[in-house]
């Protein structure tokens, strides 16, 4: 008699983490707090020198969906996700940063969104909050259809928001450097897809800090220009199309920080 039980979660959580001692216990126990359950967490430890591993160890203890695996040596963030996606079993990729949070309705309200969309990549809005829990009334919106033309002006797609098919994600991965590796890995996706399906719900809270790389604005830019390069465009595009999403990243900038 063949066995009922699934042999793979239909979802892997990715979740990258480096010396995040203050704040990876309250992203991990929103994994865990998750009404849908058919997930797996895999958490990268990229060689934290804090109690990092300490904290993690004994949230998942008792939780057999979750796992711990930690890098021989400190290769970044981009090399934590890759690695992530090379070890998951589900169906779908979704990432959260150790320093992020998620509605306890994110992935069931994800899910049944991307069903109804028969999207490959999907997306949600994004609340944000300041580094020690602090809310801000503004919340950056999804547009339901977002294609690739739209996200070289803007990018909308919060990495801790996305769902991506695992097939997907593992042929493009993500590139390591000086820029927003998540960013251009969504380029490369768009360029090839129709669109991204945004659900226009904040199911993540995305946390603020000085010392994160989206708060240090002038290498942020390098960031984005580079990000431009990586995919492909030459120098002179790449400087308009960055100064044209700093425009951008400047006008939320002044929209979160004028709602606390």
């Given at each position: 008699?063949?066995?009922?039980?699934?042999?793979?979660?239909?979802?892997?959580?990715?979740?990258?983490?480096?010396?995040a001692?203050?704040?990876?216990?309250e992203s991990?126990?929103?994994?865990l707090a998750q009404?849908?359950?058919?997930?797996?967490?895999?958490i990268?430890?990229?060689?934290?020198?804090?109690?990092?591993?300490?904290?993690?160890?004994?949230?998942?203890?008792?939780?057999?969906?979750?796992?711990?695996?930690?890098?021989?040596?400190?290769?970044?963030?981009?090399?934590?996700?890759?690695?992530g996606?090379s070890?998951?079993?589900?169906?779908?990729?979704?990432?959260?940063?150790?320093?992020d949070l998620?509605?306890?309705?994110?992935?069931?309200?994800?899910?049944?969104?991307?069903q109804?969309?028969?999207?490959?990549?999907?997306?949600?809005?994004?609340?944000?909050?300041?580094?020690?829990?602090?809310?801000?009334?503004?919340?950056?919106?999804?547009?339901?259809?977002f294609?690739?033309?739209?996200?070289?002006?803007?990018?909308?797609m919060?990495?801790?928001?996305?769902?991506?098919?695992?097939?997907?994600?593992?042929?493009?991965?993500?590139?390591?450097?000086?820029?927003?590796?998540d960013?251009?890995?969504?380029?490369?996706?768009?360029?090839?897809?129709?669109?991204?399906y945004?659900?226009?719900?904040?199911?993540?809270?995305?946390?603020?800090?000085?010392?994160?790389?989206?708060?240090?604005?002038?290498?942020?830019?390098?960031?984005v220009?580079?990000?431009y390069?990586?995919?492909?465009?030459?120098?002179?595009?790449a400087?308009f199309?960055?100064l044209?999403?700093?425009?951008?990243s400047?006008?939320?900038?002044?929209?979160?920080y004028?709602?606390?």
């Amino acid at each position: 008699m063949s066995s009922s039980k699934k042999e793979s979660p239909e979802i892997s959580v990715i979740m990258p983490a480096y010396n995040a001692e203050k704040t990876i216990e309250e992203s991990i126990r929103s994994i865990l707090a998750q009404s849908y359950r058919d997930y797996e967490l895999l958490i990268i430890d990229d060689c934290s020198t804090d109690s990092t591993c300490d904290i993690v160890s004994s949230l998942i203890e008792a939780e057999p969906q979750a796992k711990l695996y930690r890098l021989e040596e400190n290769s970044g963030t981009a090399y934590a996700r890759n690695y992530g996606v090379s070890v998951a079993k589900g169906k779908w990729i979704a990432f959260l940063d150790s320093d992020d949070l998620w509605e306890e309705e994110k992935l069931q309200k994800h899910i049944n969104f991307i069903q109804e969309t028969a999207a490959i990549i999907s997306y949600t809005a994004t609340s944000f909050i300041a580094f020690d829990g602090r809310p801000y009334k503004y919340a950056m919106r999804a547009q339901y259809r977002f294609t690739y033309r739209n996200l070289l002006r803007r990018n909308l797609m919060s990495c801790s928001s996305v769902i991506v098919r695992k097939d997907i994600i593992s042929r493009v991965q993500m590139g390591s450097g000086l820029m927003h590796e998540d960013y251009a890995t969504w380029l490369q996706i768009l360029r090839e897809t129709e669109c991204a399906y945004g659900l226009d719900e904040p199911l993540l809270i995305y946390r603020l800090s000085k010392s994160s790389k989206s708060a240090r604005r002038l290498r942020s830019a390098l960031m984005v220009f580079n990000s431009y390069l990586f995919v492909g465009y030459d120098r002179i595009s790449a400087f308009f199309m960055t100064l044209r999403y700093s425009v951008h990243s400047i006008c939320k900038r002044l929209c979160i920080y004028a709602r606390r």
